[in-house]
C-alpha cells in the first residue's frame, strides 16, 4: 500500500554480544533481549517508530545485508566525524573516500556509508530538497550545494 513507512528490519550475526556493543555504541537504544534465542531488539529514532533486529546465527552462514537510516541534512553533515569517534570507518562509496557524505543525483539524496561487525552495508542517509538530476554522476555533497 502506497504511503507505508518501514518499520523493522533484522540482520543475522555471529556475535549477539559484539553486536549490541555496536549498535548500542551508535545510540540506538536496546529494546529488548530474548537470552534463548539470541536476539536483540533496538528502537531507532524518537516515539519507537524504528526497530532493528538482531540474530544471533553461530550455526548458519551470515548472509550480508543493507539498512540505511534516515537523518536530516543537517546531521549527516557531522556522520562522518561522529563515527570517527566512535572508532568506525567511513567507507568509499562510488570510488569517492569518504571525507563528506556522497550525493545520489536521481533521488536527490546523500549518504554515508559504513559496515557493522558481520560485514552489513549500513547507511546513513539524508533526502534531499530540489529537483533530481540523474544525468549526473555521484559526487560529494559540497558540490551538489553548490549546482
Known amino acids: 500500500m502506497q504511503?507505508?513507512?518501514?518499520?523493522?528490519?533484522?540482520?543475522d550475526t555471529s556475535d549477539l554480544e559484539r553486536n549490541i556493543h555496536f549498535y548500542e555504541n551508535l545510540g540506538f537504544t536496546m529494546a529488548y533481549k530474548i537470552e534463548d534465542r539470541r536476539a536483540a531488539?533496538?528502537?531507532?529514532?524518537?516515539?519507537?517508530?524504528?526497530?532493528?533486529?538482531?540474530?544471533?546465527?553461530k550455526d548458519t552462514?551470515?548472509?550480508?545485508?543493507?539498512i540505511a537510516f534516515s537523518v536530516s541534512p543537517e546531521k549527516l553533515k557531522g556522520v562522518i566525524p561522529f563515527l570517527k569517534e566512535k572508532n568506525i570507518e567511513a567507507r568509499e562509496s562510488f570510488?569517492?573516500?569518504?571525507?563528506?557524505?556522497?550525493v545520489h543525483p536521481w533521488m536527490?539524496?546523500?549518504?554515508v556509508y559504513f559496515y557493522d561487525p558481520?560485514?552489513?552495508s549500513l547507511e546513513y542517509i539524508a533526502v534531499l530538497n530540489g529537483n533530481s538530476k540523474p544525468d549526473?554522476?555521484?559526487?560529494?555533497?559540497s558540490?551538489?550545494?553548490k549546482i
Open 118 to 120: 558481520d560485514g552489513h
Open 3 to 11: 504511503g507505508a513507512k518501514l518499520y523493522e528490519a533484522h540482520l
Open 143 to 145: 558540490e551538489w550545494e
Open 108 to 111: 536527490p539524496a546523500a549518504s
Open 95 to 102: 570510488g569517492l573516500p569518504p571525507i563528506e557524505p556522497i
Open 41 to 57: 531488539f533496538f528502537f531507532l529514532g524518537e516515539n519507537k517508530e524504528n526497530m532493528l533486529g538482531i540474530w544471533e546465527t
Open 61 to 66: 552462514t551470515i548472509r550480508r545485508n543493507h
Open 136 to 141: 549526473l554522476k555521484p559526487m560529494y555533497l
